[in-house]
């Protein structure tokens, strides 16, 4: 059958739209003859609701329309499957194209195939109602006005569902337990003459697309994978062209993502239950698509995208904040600097020993050690951090927390050169890096899969060095808990294949991680080689 009859379940009052957009692509006289017929004759279940007296007229009426749209393919050596085809190319398959983006105005398409995601399209006269948590479209009809004129002819069913879809358009579908936390939208489509009882407060001349920041939103990984790499790989091909209508909307995300958002969208986001005004829209997206953990999949992306694209719209997002903080980063110097030497603020000699002292700063490659407290920390990061300056980095300790401000975090792993930290979700921040940077992730016992598949292999797309050092169980501070031939130990994964739970209370919660500095060395040593040639290339480019 048709590409599309997976996704539109139409009741059989939709006999108009069936022409165009259910019509099997099989070379099959049968299978064409049946369809013909079922475009001309009646729609039992749309009649059966009639008042007898308008019976006859119906038919009549209906059937006189029928012939209007065959009239002129009963004259044509081309048959009706293939006339259609070739008025519109669209209705051929693109195996690029992604799933309902042949969907027609009026209708909604869903497409429900993907394990993390469902995203429905509606296109048309599209209206929300934040009240009802339902957002509407509403079927103009047939381009024929005697098929519209049957339609109205009906008062009672002016208010008839034509359709109804449910979504939570959060990108973890497959997790029950969170998803249960996603409110619901109901997807509704009527016909047109039903939108008289539903005005306008606001109208949009571009399209919206819905999501929702509830679910994990307030863990850092979560915010960009399961939202803002989802939001991008959904809305790009809109060029900023696009209203964000979020449920379960945030002030302080919204507040943390902001420089972001504005490189997605031109226009501010809607809180959808907190604006109980009318929102209309000549299209919508509900709910968005997402490739893998933390991942842009260019095959799939209009332009063949990558999450180089991505993290380029978050260099745009931050510079500007960047280069306010990097003024007040060397107006502070300066004054520490004139303080210390006791020099008037016009002296010359402090700022050419601040140009010095900066020329010298940048021979040495620049490490940042992403700290953490509480479990999974390096208990001897200040041994570690001595370790790398022996070796010849400077280094800089970073301890982030949900307060801290993104931008100064962009600033401080946009220039750097190495980062070192333990497998958790601040390792995000690894977006933050120039490709060929280098990435040193430590990794706890039991978390071995976990941080490949999180952090490493995203790591390697986005062009940084990864290098992993997965932790001995001597170095692990489960090593004086459990005894030495204890699975806790000796096979983690006998242990995480038993639940999350115990994941989550031994391996995430429950260690600390003590480094063996000499076998770290060699990781060190191995970045600090990544990073010196990167530094002779680029300036020999400077040079040139």
Known sequence: MGRYQRYHQLKKGEHVQVVKHYMPLEDDDDEESRDFVFVCA??????????????????????LSCCFILAPHLFSSSSLLYSFVGDNESLLP?????????????????????????????????RTSSASSSVFVYNSGNSNGIIN???????????????HEKIKPYTRKWEASVMDTI??????????????NHHCDVQHDVPAVFFSTGGYTGNVYHEFNDGLLPLYITSHHLKKKVVFVILEYHNWWIMKYGDILSHLSDYPAIDFTGDKRTHCFPEAIVGLRIHDELKVDPSLMQGN???????????????????????????????????????????????????????????????????????????????????????????????????????????????SDVMVGVHGAAMT??????????????????????????YGEPARELGLNYISYPVLPRESSLYDKYDKDDPVLRDPTSVNNKGWQYTKAIYLDGQNV?????RFRKRLIRAYGYSINRINRSAHHQSQ
């Open 149 to 163: 004129y049957v339609s109205s002819m009906v008062e009672e069913d002016v208010e008839e569902e034509l359709q």
């Open 94 to 126: 693109n195996v690029n194209a992604p799933l309902c983006a042949s969907a027609s105005d009026g209708t909604i398409c869903c497409d429900r195939s993907g394990l993390r995601s469902d995203v429905c399209i509606m296109k048309g006269d599209v």
């Open 305 to 415: 995208k990558t999450i180089v694209d991505f993290r380029n719209i978050l260099d745009q997002a931050y510079w500007p904040r960047i280069h306010g903080l990097i003024q007040d980063e060397e107006r502070e110097a300066q004054e520490k600097l004139r303080e210390k030497l006791s020099l008037s603020p016009s002296s010359k000699t402090s700022s050419e020993i601040i140009r010095n002292m900066e020329e010298n700063l940048l021979k040495k490659p620049k490490l940042v050690v992403l700290s953490r407290n509480g479990s999974r920390a390096i208990t001897n990061e200040k041994l570690l951090v001595k370790m790398a300056e022996e070796i010849g980095f400077r280094v800089e300790v970073v301890r982030p927390d949900r307060t801290t401000e993104l931008a100064k975090i962009y600033r401080v792993l946009n220039s």
């Open 514 to 518: 003590r480094l063996n500095l000499e």
């Open 183 to 196: 409110d619901e939208l109901d997807l509704i489509s009527k016909r047109g003459s039903a939108a008289i």
């Open 42 to 63: 009646p729609s039992y279940g749309f009649f059966n609701k009639r008042a007898r007296p308008k019976l006859f007229s119906l038919l009549f009426i209906s059937l």
């Open 429 to 454: 921040h690894f977006l933050f890096m120039k490709p060929g940077s280098v990435f040193i992730q430590v990794i706890p016992l039991g978390t071995d899969w976990a941080a490949e598949t999180y």
